[in-house]
Structure formats: C-alpha cells, structure tokens
Nanobody
Framework: QVQLVESGGGLVQPGGSLRLSCAAS????????MGWYRQAPGKQRELVAA???????NYADSVKGRFTISRDNAKNMVYLQMNSLKPEDTAVYYC???????????WGKGTLVTVSS
C-alpha cells in the first residue's frame, strides 16, 4: 500500500506563486510515475503535470511555462512549483503515483488552491 500526503495549498492572488509538496510512503515500487492532477468545481479531474523517476516530464498545455514539476527519489517527494497563477487554476490538487509494474494508481486526499484577489 502507498500513502500520499499533499501540502502547500492555500489562497494566493493572481500572478502569485505557490509550491505544492507530496510525500509518498509505504510500498513504493521502483518503477513509477508521479504527478499532479486537479479538479475544479463542476469539472472533471485533469492531469496537470507528471514526471518519471528519470526526470522526464509532461505538462498540460494550460500550465506550460508557468508550472514546474520535480521529484526527489531519495526522499520519495514530488513538488509542483506554480508561478503566474490565474483564477482558472483554482482547484483541488491531487498527488498521484502510478505503479508502472501493475498500473495501479494511488491518490492523496488533495490540497485546495484558490487564486483570487
């Protein structure tokens, strides 16, 4: 079993920055993909960014150039640096770990990011 705990959400003004962190613990397989998803009110959950253990990244078009995902494999941590935040970035952000050996997805409980003046 894998546990994921997010932190770093909060209220920020448009144009501001936040850094989300996710700590993973438990039976973490060596081959995995970690990422951040978000779900705004009334909308489906969507991928924001993902990163392999080797550091290959993928971003949603809406966040390219503004958000940066990174990970520390030794600490089993993944981060999301969010800059130039917009009101449409308001959502609950979820940490995800996908085991590439069996395709199982693990989720954190989410952290709320609100971008508002």
């Amino acid at each position: 079993q894998v546990q994921l705990v997010e932190s770093g959400g909060g209220l920020v003004q448009p144009g501001g920055s936040l850094r989300l962190s996710c700590a993973a613990s438990g039976s973490i397989f060596s081959s995995n993909l970690m990422g951040w998803y978000r779900q705004a009110p009334g909308k489906q959950r969507e991928l924001v960014a993902a990163i392999t253990r080797g550091g290959m990244t993928n971003y949603a078009d809406s966040v390219k150039g503004r958000f940066t995902i990174s990970r520390d494999n030794a600490k089993n941590m993944v981060y999301l640096q969010m800059n130039s935040l917009k009101p449409e970035d308001t959502a609950v952000y979820y940490c995800n770990l996908r085991s590439l050996s069996d395709g199982v997805d693990y989720w954190g409980k989410g952290t709320l990011v609100t971008v508002s003046s």
